[in-house]
C-alpha cells in the first residue's frame, strides 16, 4: 500500500460538527449508535473502578481465552476458508489465522498487560499555588475508545485488553473477513468481563459488516471519545478525512534507513537486512534505503549481495543499477512512485545521496511520519540527522524494526501513532488517558 506525501496531515481531528446526545436514546436509533450508548454507560462505570478489579477482568480473559480456544479457532477457520475462496494471499491468510498456539499466546499477552503499571489516577504534576489552592494533573480515562482495524483477530484481544486496563471501554469495528473469529472473541470476553463483575458493554463489537456501519462509528461524536484506525494507508486516510469523532493517526509507515559516510559497513548491512528483512510486512520496516556517495562503491555491492539473499527486490537509482549489473543481482529502475511507496513486501526504494543534508531532504519529502535510521560513526552527524528529522521514531546504528511498544519496554500498543498530539510513537496505557485538574480549596474564591 503506498503512502503520499499530499496525504491528509496527523493531527487530533477536531470535529465541528453537531454532537450527538449522550443521554438517552431516541426513537429508531440505528444498533451501531446503540451500542455506542451502552459503551458510554459502562465507560461511567469502569472510571472509578479500582486497579484490583479491573485487573481481576483481565485475568479472567486470559483464562476463558485459554478455556474456550476450540470455539475460537473454529469460528476461525470460517474467515481462513472464505479467505481462500477469494484468493486471499498467503501472508494475508496467515494474518488472519488462529490456533490453539496463537490463542494461548494472546492469553499470555492480556496476562503481561495486567503485570503493567496503572496509569489511572497517576499525578502527572502538582504543586500549591501561592493562595493556598491544592492543583493536581491526574491521568483519567479516555472514556469510549473506538477500533477501526483490518483482518486481524489478534488486535481484538489486545485493544480491549488495553482499553479494559484503562479504564477505557471499546468499541470494536474489525474487517469483514474477520467476523467470525472477532465473534467468537468478543463473545468470550463479554462473557469473561461480566464474570468478574463488570460491565459486559465494556467490550463490544460495533453491529453489522457494512460501510454503514463503519461511518456511524465515525460519525458518533459525542458518544465515542476517540477513533484509532489501525491498518493500511487507505483506511487510515478514510478515517482521518471522513471522521467527525476526534482520531488518533496510526501506522502507515514509509520508514528509510542512511547509511552515512563514516557508517561501520557491516553494522550497516546488518541494520538494513534486519529493517528491511526481519518481517516486511509491518509498519516499522524499512522501505527506502539512502547511501552518502562516499561509500556507494564499497558499501552497494555488499549491501545488493544481502538483499538479494534475504530475498529483498531493490528499486534502485543509476548507481544502484550500475552497482547491480556489476554483482549480477538485478536492479529494478526506481521511479518517483517508489520513493512515496510503503510496500509491506520483500521490495526496498533505494538511492545514493550526496551527502547527509540531501539524506535529510529526500526523507522530510517523502516520510510518512513513522520512523527513520542513521547508521554512523559520527557523533556530529548523528545528532545533526536527528535534530532534522520530523517522525515519531529517531534511530541511531538501530534497525527501525525497534520502534514497538513491546521493544521500547512500554509493555504492549494499540498502535504506533504518527502524529503530533496527545500521542506519539508506540502507544501504550498512558497514551489511552487523558487528564483532569483537581484543584483544592478551602473556601477559595476569586476576587
Known amino acids: 500500500m503506498s503512502s503520499s506525501a499530499d496525504s491528509a496531515p496527523s493531527r487530533l481531528t477536531p470535529a465541528t460538527e453537531a ?23 459502562a465507560a461511567a462505570e469502569l472510571a472509578p473502578l479500582p486497579r484490583t478489579a479491573r485487573d481481576a477482568a483481565l485475568l479472567a480473559v486470559a483464562d476463558a481465552l485459554e478455556a474456550r480456544a476450540e470455539e475460537i479457532v473454529a469460528a476461525n477457520a470460517e474467515d481462513v476458508a472464505r479467505a481462500r475462496e477469494n484468493g486471499t494471499s498467503a501472508a494475508m ?19 503481561h498487560i495486567v503485570s503493567l503499571p496503572d496509569p489511572v489516577g497517576e499525578v502527572v504534576r502538582g504543586s500549591t499555588l501561592p493562595n493556598g489552592l491544592e492543583l493536581r494533573q491526574i491521568r483519567v ?20 485488553a488495553l482499553c479494559l486496563k484503562s479504564g477505557n471501554a471499546a468499541l470494536l469495528r474489525g474487517s469483514s473477513s474477520a467476523y467470525s473469529s472477532n465473534t467468537a472473541l468478543v463473545a468470550v470476553l463479554r462473557d469473561a468481563v461480566a464474570g468478574a463483575g463488570l460491565p459486559a458493554d465494556a467490550v463490544q463489537l460495533v453491529p453489522g459488516t457494512s460501510r454503514e456501519s463503519v461511518h456511524e462509528l465515525m460519525t ?18 478514510t478515517v482521518v478525512r471522513d471522521s467527525t469523532v476526534p482520531v488518533i493517526e496510526t501506522g502507515v509507515g514509509n520508514c528509510h534507513v542512511y547509511v552515512d559516510e563514516s557508517a561501520d559497513l ?9 529493517s528491511k528483512a526481519q518481517r516486511p510486512s509491518v509498519c516499522n520496516a524499512a522501505e527506502t534505503v539512502l547511501v552518502h556517495a562516499g561509500i556507494a562503491d564499497r558499501f552497494l ?54 551527502d547527509l543534508d540531501a539524506a535529510v531532504a529526500h526523507i522530510r519529502r517523502w516520510t510518512s511520519g513513522h520512523t527513520e535510521a542513521i547508521v554512523t ?28 511498544g513491546g521493544r521500547f ?24 488517558t487523558s487528564t483532569t485538574y483537581v484543584v483544592t480549596g478551602d473556601g477559595h474564591t476569586v476576587e
Not at 377 to 395: I, K, L, P, T, Y
Request: net charge negative; glycine share 10%.
Open 19 to 41: 454532537q450527538a446526545p449522550s443521554g438517552p436514546a431516541t426513537a429508531g436509533e440505528s444498533p451501531v449508535l446503540l451500542a455506542a450508548r451502552r459503551a458510554r454507560t
Open 93 to 111: 491468510i496467515d494474518r488472519l489465522t488462529l490456533t490453539r498456539e496463537r490463542v494461548a499466546s494472546i492469553a499470555a499477552d492480556v496476562r
Open 141 to 160: 480515562p479516555l472514556g469510549v475508545v473506538g477500533m477501526i482495524y483490518e483482518g486481524r483477530p489478534n488486535v481484538t484481544v489486545d485493544a480491549a
Open 220 to 237: 458518533a461524536r459525542g458518544l465515542v471519545d476517540v477513533l484509532i484506525p489501525r491498518g493500511g494507508a487507505s483506511l487510515i486516510q
Open 266 to 274: 557491516d553494522m550497516a548491512v546488518d541494520i538494513l537486512v534486519n
Open 301 to 354: 555491492p555488499r549491501a545488493l549481495a544481502a538483499l538479494a539473499a534475504a530475498g529483498v527486490t531493490v528499486h534502485g537509482d543509476g548507481d544502484w543499477e550500475k552497482a547491480g549489473a556489476g554483482v549480477g543481482v538485478p536492479v529494478v529502475p526506481a521511479t518517483e512512485a517508489d520513493w512515496a511507496e510503503e510496500y509491506l513486501s520483500d521490495d526496498i526504494a533505494a538511492a545514493v545521496v550526496p
Open 377 to 404: 560513526r559520527d557523533a556530529q552527524a548523528a545528532r545533526r540527522f536527528v535534530s532534522r528529522m520530523d517522525s515519531a521514531a529517531v534511530m541511531v546504528n538501530a534497525s527501525t524494526r525497534f520502534t514497538d
Open 409 to 432: 519496554g512500554f509493555g504492549a500498543e494499540i498502535g504506533i501513532s504518527t502524529q503530533k498530539l496527545h500521542a506519539r510513537g508506540p502507544m501504550g496505557l498512558a497514551e489511552l
